[in-house]
Antibody
Framework: QVQLQQSGAELARPGASVKLSCKASGYTFTSYWMQWVKQRPGQGLEWIGAIYPGDGDTRYTQKFKGKATLTADKSSSTAYMQLSSLASEDSAVYYC????????WGQGTLVTVSA | DIQMTQSPSSLSASLGERVSLTCRASQEISGYLSWLQQKPDGTIKRLIYAASTLDSGVPKRFSGSRSGSDYSLTISSLESEDFADYYCLQYASYPWTFGGGTKLEIK
């Protein structure tokens, strides 16, 4: 069965960077887009971008260009999202989801930005 | 960007009641719409894709439909585990966009 296992919670200082991971299993990692989604506390879902692990092609929504960098490691079937220049508004839960149609979701990673 | 206007933002209903949620797309999305359920612990599950196709294992009390630019999720008879947040998602055109969500609560 498809599983997406995300890395644990992060506490980071303003201005720092974090790198979140999403380890995939149960399907051919290189054949499906991996999506990334942000959810601030008490708020709705916001699409950040996606990566196609097969060739590394990426898509980003304009707001997250320069903030998020998506990569993928085919050898370990793991997708990564690096968030840079962290600020309080980056405190959120970040989800990965499999496929162009968001078929399966990870459990989410909480990122807290605090001095 | 395509705007997805979801209504209502919150809904209070009773067990066994039939409810409908709606998303209106600001542009043509040709049925490229999913409905997602988020439980209080944050777990997200896709219920429906391509506007009306039920995901495997999703109870048949859930259904999706389209009327023009309006897309609806209907739960025919509410059960306790259905009380959650629901989101629509369009994947017709980048950037993918979500509706604002509906919080479904027990009356």
């Amino acid at each position: 069965q498809v599983q997406l296992q995300q890395s644990g919670a992060e506490l980071a200082r303003p201005g720092a960077s974090v790198k979140l991971s999403c380890k995939a299993s149960g399907y051919t990692f290189t054949s499906y887009w991996m999506q990334w989604v942000k959810q601030r506390p008490g708020q709705g879902l916001e699409w950040i971008g996606a990566i196609y692990p097969g060739d590394g092609d990426t898509r980003y929504t304009q707001k997250f260009k320069g903030k998020a960098t998506l990569t993928a490691d085919k050898s370990s079937s793991t997708a990564y999202m690096q968030l840079s220049s962290l600020a309080s508004e980056d405190s959120a839960v970040y989800y990965c989801a499999m496929g162009e149609w968001f078929a399966y979701w990870g459990q989410g990673t909480l990122v807290t930005v605090s001095a | 960007d395509i705007q997805m206007t979801q209504s209502p933002s919150s809904l209070s209903a009773s067990l066994g009641e039939r409810v409908s949620l709606t998303c209106r797309a600001s542009q043509e999305i040709s049925g490229y719409l999913s409905w997602l359920q988020q439980k209080p612990d944050g777990t997200i599950k896709r219920l429906i894709y391509a506007a009306s196709t039920l995901d495997s294992g999703v109870p048949k009390r859930f259904s999706g439909s389209r009327s023009g630019s309006d897309y609806s999720l209907t739960i025919s008879s509410l059960e306790s585990e259905d009380f959650a947040d629901y989101y629509c998602l369009q994947y017709a055109s980048y950037p993918w966009t979500f509706g604002g969500g509906t919080k479904l609560e027990i009356k």
